[in-house]
């Protein structure tokens, strides 16, 4: 009987049939990495989805080609991982595939020649052990060295060195590496020869570990009952959701359970956002695990990660892996622990491209599945998984205090409209913020400034005539970045140098309007002159280097002023910080998102979090027009209860998710007047059944990005099962393809939109 295999392409929507020759029958296995051919000659790593014997109705069937990476390089938790995500997210599987692996790994449409050069092998290094004949038969081995001793100097020093090592480790049939041996090669080749050792090769262990080091710092009282409560939770269920208030030292406890893990012989995932995986976490880190530690992100090269992937899938010894969202798709074996911190951050679900899958919640279902743990942390929880944890799906965990003589900052709202009217306002700052800035900087204290916008002023407008120039491929301003005089457009990159005049009425001077992180920059150097101030924004840490140098030197006390964008919410710890401003909290609380209040609660307190974390109590300015929005007032009294109370009952009323299960559908063509089209049909057909509600269509805030232009449909699942409403949604948006006019419509589909 002929045998088949299903194989996941990266570029098929879903698997393709092959004919598994004789010579692979015995030993190709689910999971393993094999080329096959597309067409006539493209060929392209696969993944073994499933070995059967019913023949396809394809005309012809092709062969699998050979096998590259045997011994399952997606072991089976990863396919069933894939599988629910594909059928989640209703993504192919194709689509999952394209992000499960590292780039290297997974050579796409190239001639035989070109794949056979761009693919990667498992690192491997030469080693030698003692010849058989001599392991365990110490009258021959002595009698050889003693031969050596008086003839062959260079030789016998090796061989001792040999000896000495295997001897260390009390495994005289181990092996060592010929390089540790000092690169003798023709005394080696020699010894070989004249069988007194072997030759062989084995994958190079890129994270070789040297013991364990364990060094967890002692757990307050508080921290140990966190730990107890979590270790308690976790027998009853399999995800655990710590609370704790920023400062309150989850890191320490997290330290102590990844140990624990370590111990009996379990590998843990520590899954963070990626401006949170900071040299500074990863020192932390790597003084409490040593060598078990691996990080894994996206600024790494290409072939270091499908380094890193291919070691994982072959190393059997405890690690400690550290990654961002991607990282749950790593082959760890005996995983036993999952920590998604802060796991409330947006980062962790993917917007674009598909699969728009969650990391967070792919983790939730990967321990209720396989029975690992996993542990949400976050000092502002999601909605979401803070209902979970009241309803008792999830553990509950509380950290109430901050760590040591730590207390919560003591924050105060200042009114911008308030100050203007009474004079108190220079540049952008207020008097209030501005006297507290300077009583530290004079006590050698440091300070920290968020402002949500990066660029020197988010747009310009006409004296003349009031335009304000747009990107011409997005429905958004142009920002104005004066370091090189140039308009750029931050959704897609669009950048032209400032019109001398308004290029609509030709006349008139174009002046900044707003403020961005590097106006702000400019004005501090005027406000404090004595001070240093530097800017942390997605524009200048365009380079690894230039960002760790940053934080380095704000860490080391030689800036005083650090203002930034978003990047400076998260996981930093700086002790001498002891004031934090945030310069306009106006455009946090006003998106058009149901989640709005929940987001600008979470950002401002993280940002808070930021102040006094060591001896002294910091303080907090919140500036903002609005200083009776009842969410800055939560934040204010660190209400986090309140915030959510008030946020389920709002939910639960209007039947907003955690409440609904949301499908988000945007319709994408160069025409708007056909992506209107195609969504109102779906619209309507989707609407007649009883367990949808159709929200649109309705035009997304950024109706055109990149000369697409975008409509959208929300769809609300409510009763029924999820599977099958997806499934009709599919079929809906494939009805699109049989008619000319909304054929050419691209559709995405998001599942749990953020
Ligand atoms: P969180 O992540 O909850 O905001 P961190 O884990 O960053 O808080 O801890 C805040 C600070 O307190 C850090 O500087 C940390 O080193 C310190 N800290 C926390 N727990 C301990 C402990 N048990 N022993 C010593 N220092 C600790
Ligand atoms: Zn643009």
């Keep these: 009987m002929e045998l088949y295999a299903d194989i996941i392409l990266p570029i098929a929507l879903q698997p393709l049939t092959y004919l598994v020759p004789a010579h692979l029958a015995g030993t190709l296995c689910v999971g393993d990495g094999v080329e096959v051919t597309i067409g006539a000659r493209k060929r392209y790593m696969g993944i073994v989805l499933r070995l059967h014997n019913n023949r396809p109705d394809y005309k012809r069937i092709k062969p699998v080609e050979r096998v590259l990476y045997g011994g399952g390089l997606v072991s089976e938790m990863q396919l069933a991982l894939w599988q629910w995500i594909a059928d989640y997210y209703m993504t192919p599987l194709g689509e999952v595939m394209r992000v499960a692996l590292p780039s290297a790994l997974k050579p796409s449409g190239l001639s035989g020649e070109e794949f056979a050069e761009r693919i990667v092998e498992r690192k491997s290094e030469a080693v030698v052990g003692l010849h058989p004949r001599l392991i365990g038969d110490e009258v021959a081995l002595s009698e050889v060295l003693d031969k050596m001793a008086r003839r062959a100097k260079v030789r016998y020093g090796v061989m001792m060195q040999l000896i000495g090592r295997l001897s260390e480790r009390g495994d005289m049939s181990g092996t060592v590496s010929v390089k540790s041996l000092g690169g003798v090669t023709p005394q080696i080749h020699r010894l070989i020869e004249d069988e007194v050792i072997t030759l062989s090769y084995r994958d190079v262990d890129i994270f070789a570990t040297e013991g364990k080091l364990h060094l967890c710092k002692s757990l307050s009282e508080a921290q140990q009952r966190a730990l107890d409560e979590i270790e308690r939770q976790s027998q009853q269920r399999s995800t655990t959701l710590l609370h704790g208030v920023t400062g309150s030292g989850k890191t320490e406890v997290y330290t102590h359970l990844i140990a624990k893990e370590l111990d009996k012989g379990n590998s843990v995932l520590y899954l963070l956002p990626e401006i949170a995986v900071t040299e500074q976490f990863i020192d932390r880190m790597e003084e409490c695990f040593g060598e078990c530690v691996v990080v894994y992100h996206s600024k790494l090269t290409p072939s270091r990660r499908a380094q890193i992937y291919l070691n994982i899938s072959r190393s059997d010894r405890p690690l400690v892996v550290i990654g961002v969202r991607s990282s749950i798709f790593l082959p760890i074996k005996s995983l036993g622990l999952i920590i998604v911190d802060e796991e409330h951050d947006r980062s962790f679900k993917q ?50 205090e901050r760590y040591g003589e730590g207390q919560l900052p003591q924050i105060a709202l200042s009114d911008t409209r308030r100050a203007a009217r009474r004079g108190e306002r220079k540049s952008h700052i207020n008097k209030e913020l501005h006297d507290l800035m300077q009583e530290a900087l004079d006590s050698g204290r440091q300070v920290m400034l968020f402002q949500n916008r990066r660029g020197f002023a988010p747009y310009v407008e006409c004296e003349e005539c009031g335009t304000s120039v747009r990107c011409p491929m997005c429905s958004v301003t142009l920002s104005y970045h004066k370091s090189d005089s140039s308009l750029r457009c931050h959704h897609c990159g669009h950048r032209t140098p400032l019109p001398e005049v308004c290029p609509a009425c030709g006349k008139g001077h174009l002046l900044p309007q707003g403020f961005g992180t590097e106006k702000i920059e400019e004005e501090l150097a005027r406000l404090f002159p004595e001070a240093c101030a530097a800017r942390l ?104 209860r309140s915030m959510y109370d008030e946020e389920a009952s709002v939910r639960e009323a209007f039947g907003y998710p955690p409440f609904s299960r949301e499908v988000l559908l945007t319709f994408r063509h160069t025409e708007q007047q056909r992506a209107e089209q195609a969504a109102q049909r779906i619209a309507t057909r989707l609407a007649s059944y009883r367990t949808m509600v159709v929200v649109g269509p309705y035009p997304p805030p950024l109706e055109q990005v990149a000369g697409n232009w975008h409509t959208c449909l929300t769809i609300r699942l409510k009763g029924g099962t999820a599977s099958e409403s997806k499934r009709l949604i599919t079929a809906a948006i494939e009805s699109l393809g049989k008619d000319s006019h909304t054929a050419s419509v691209r559709v995405t589909v998001d599942v749990d939109p953020q």
């Design 351 to 400: 917007e674009d491209p598909a699969p728009r899958y969650s990391a967070r919640d792919s983790a939730v279902w990967l321990a209720h599945r396989f029975g690992c743990r996993t542990l949400l942390g976050s000092a502002t929880p999601s909605v979401e998984s803070y209902r979970n944890a009241l309803g008792g799906r999830y553990g509950l965990a509380t950290l109430t």
């Design 537 to 640: 924004d997605a524009d200048v840490a365009t380079s690894p280097t230039r960002y760790g140098r940053i934080i380095s030197d704000f860490a080391a006390g030689k800036i005083d002023i650090l203002v930034g964008t978003q990047m400076i919410t998260k996981g930093f710890d700086f002790a001498g910080v002891s004031v934090v401003g945030v310069l306009n909290a106006d455009n946090l609380l006003n998106f058009p998102n149901f989640r709005s209040s929940e987001r600008a609660f979470q950002t401002l307190t993280q940002i808070a979090g930021r102040a006094g974390r060591t001896d002294n109590q910091g303080r907090v300015v919140i500036q903002t027009s609005e200083p009776d929005n009842p969410t800055l007032q939560r934040v204010l009294t660190g209400d986090y």
